[in-house]
């Protein structure tokens, strides 16, 4: 009875504390799932973060796996969108695997009778592999948007899974994150593995990134044992660091690993210099280290907007203006420079007299934002007429009234389009914005990279709104 009044009692407190904070929303970093391996022959949970802005666009994006999903999931989500945010490496989506037995899934099989007694489940390595290969892959590719790229992270017996899968079919993924691997395993019987397939693998696109905290001299001597072997047979087009970290533990090093190691595997993703790199060795130096990163990543990027924006800026406010027409003047480039920074070249034409290439970058500006004021007011003040490139046609009432409505969507919730004042307008959570029409569907604002495109059912009614931001978009439909 006293038991069940405590009982009682901590609960009525508890509730009481419940109830006393405040409202709030849930922040979700993924979503769990259980899919059935016919390989394994069991359920498996599947841990899935997706990008930020997965929703917004219909890119398609790298895949990182992560064994010992419960473990490192929530890590390593957020480092993944820390480094994208920065573009120090493409967004990714992040599928971690949770254990049903680690041991069986994760180890090669072992010679050495204290493993075998004490594991005796253990020897699932190469089957792991094929779970990979024939479940949990075709099932991510099949519900997800997802490139080719794929890497790998793992730690301890996960380590030990990486290494042996980059041994016996390194084409499985592209890149490994080996944290503080088990290379003691079976007598380090992986070391001599790796010796004889690198020996006989001239070449070999792909990354190794090797960690090991301060964790004992057998473990650490199978790590620095296998750094030995690459250093004596290095693949053509295998990329491969260790780091040693002894001031990380067995429990923290897989959180600091796991971050330089997409520093690593991404380390030609974007230039963080690359100012400092054409000044030394001219543009076409910076243009081969993109050249290189998407070959490969298997993407086709061209320069990205950051790195135009800060190498077109210390160009023009170096002087040498030549070489910014020539670097924009590329089509990749000039697709993918915002309209800010081909509004900045533009100014340094025009500010040294060279009106009719201001004119030209000015153009391209409003082409590529209608909205953008500053290209516009350039264009007013050097009395240049850019009607034929930015229309500003008369809608009748009767068409705008058409759109007028709430137009839901989950990404950007609910948005209300209105007629005011014979004009067109948008609230979004309480901000105001004028449509300005491109055509009598079409619609842009001012100051914004904003393109709203009305659409239509097949019986003529206005059945949404597409929101159009670079290289994302969103579709809201009509309520």
């Not at 901590?10 to 016919?38: H, N, V, Y």
């Not at 024939?134 to 301890?156: A, C, F, I, Q």
């Not at 025009?350 to 007011?377: C, I, M, Q, W």
Request: charged residues 20%; hydrophobic residues 40%.
């Amino acid at each position: 009875m006293k038991a069940s009044i405590l009982l009682l009692f901590t609960t009525l407190l508890f509730s009481a504390g419940i109830a006393a904070q405040p409202d709030g929303s849930p922040i979700t970093i993924g979503e769990q799932f259980t899919i059935r391996s016919t390989v394994l022959d069991e359920e498996r949970s599947i841990l899935v973060g997706l990008p930020a802005r997965y929703a917004l666009s219909n890119a398609s994006y790298p895949v990182l796996y992560v064994l010992d999903g419960a473990a490192h999931f929530h890590y390593t989500t957020g480092i993944t969108e820390f480094l994208a945010n920065n573009q120090f490496i493409p967004e990714m989506t992040v599928v971690a695997v949770n254990n049903t037995d680690r041991t069986r899934d994760l180890t090669p099989p072992s010679q050495i009778e204290r493993e075998q007694q004490s594991s005796p489940t253990h020897g699932g390595a190469d089957n792991f592999q094929r779970f990979f290969a024939e479940d949990l892959m075709p099932w991510v590719e099949s519900n997800y948007r997802t490139h080719p790229y794929k890497v790998l992270v793992g730690h301890s017996f996960g380590g030990l899974f990486a290494i042996h899968t980059l041994t016996t079919r390194p084409n499985l993924f592209d890149a490994y994150i080996a944290i503080s691997p088990s290379m003691q395993w079976n007598g380090q019987h992986l070391v001599e593995q790796a010796e004889t397939f690198f020996a006989d693998t001239p070449q070999l696109p792909a990354s190794l990134y090797m960690t090991v905290g301060n964790e004992g001299a057998e473990l650490l001597g199978g790590a620095r044992k296998l750094a030995g072997v690459l250093d004596a047979a290095t693949p053509k087009d295998f990329l491969w660091r260790f780091d040693h970290m002894p001031e990380e533990t067995h429990g923290s090093v897989p959180h600091r690993s796991t971050y330089q190691g997409l520093e690593f595997v991404f380390a030609n993703w974007l230039l963080r210099n690359p100012f400092e790199v054409y000044t030394q060795y001219g543009l076409a130096a910076v243009e081969q280290f993109y050249a290189f990163g998407d070959k490969r990543y298997g993407v086709s990027r061209g320069l990205p907007e950051l790195t135009l924006a800060y190498l077109l800026g210390n160009i023009v406010r170096a002087g040498e203006l030549d070489d910014a027409v020539n670097l924009l003047s590329k089509p990749a480039a000039l697709q993918n420079a915002s309209a800010s920074t081909v509004t900045y070249l533009a100014d340094g034409l025009r500010d040294s007299e060279d009106l009719d290439r201001a004119e030209t970058f000015y153009r391209h500006a409003l082409r590529k934002n209608p909205g953008y004021v500053a290209a516009r007011k350039a264009l007013e003040a050097l009395h240049i007429d850019y009607s034929d490139i930015v229309p500003n046609p008369r809608i009748a009432a009767d068409i705008l009234d058409r759109y007028s409505g709430v137009y839901a969507s989950k990404q950007t919730g609910d948005m209300t389009v209105l007629v005011e004042d014979g004009g067109l307008y948008v609230d979004i959570s309480g901000r105001r914005l004028q449509l300005h029409p491109l055509s009598e569907s079409e619609f842009y604002v001012l100051e914004r990279d904003n393109q709203y495109t009305f659409q239509f059912a097949d019986d003529g009614q206005v059945s949404g709104v597409e929101l159009r931001q670079d290289e994302f978009s969103v579709v809201a439909d009509r309520r």
